[in-house]
């Protein structure tokens, strides 16, 4: 058997005032696993545990993203979160209160045949 990808959903998010960069990774994350259901996986008797989900944050600082709080927002299967560089940050014409904008894709494998 083999880790086959069977689910791919972007989405967006953003924190428009206070430039938090881990909000905005998490909206991008509920945002692209708000358009999926899962019903392939009850239809194929799959056990939703045994899911390997793998998502990837796009910010313009990609370290400033808690991967391990994006992680906890995943409702089924083996989490891993990476954080690379991508997104926007839109910088206000006065002051420091820039939106930041993430992107996010999450990809869902299961092991078959």
């Known amino acids: 058997m083999a880790l086959k990808r069977v689910i791919l959903e ?3 998010g953003n924190d428009l005032h206070g430039g938090d960069y881990t909000k905005a990774a998490i909206r991008a994350v ?14 194929l008797n799959l056990d939703s545990k045994k899911m ?5 944050v796009g910010t313009q600082q990609p370290d400033k993203v808690d991967t391990e709080a994006v ?5 089924h ?4 979160v990476r954080s690379i560089k ?5 910088p206000a014409d006065e002051g420091n209160d820039t939106a930041v904008i993430a992107t ?8 078959l045949p």
């Open 10 to 12: 972007m989405g967006t």
């Open 30 to 43: 509920q945002d692209a696993i708000h358009h999926s259901s899962l019903s392939m996986i009850r239809s």
């Open 52 to 56: 390997q989900v793998t998502v990837t």
């Open 71 to 75: 992680k906890v927002t995943l409702p």
């Open 77 to 80: 299967g083996i989490v891993t």
């Open 86 to 90: 991508g997104g926007l940050d839109v």
């Open 104 to 111: 996010a894709a999450v990809e869902v494998r299961f092991d």
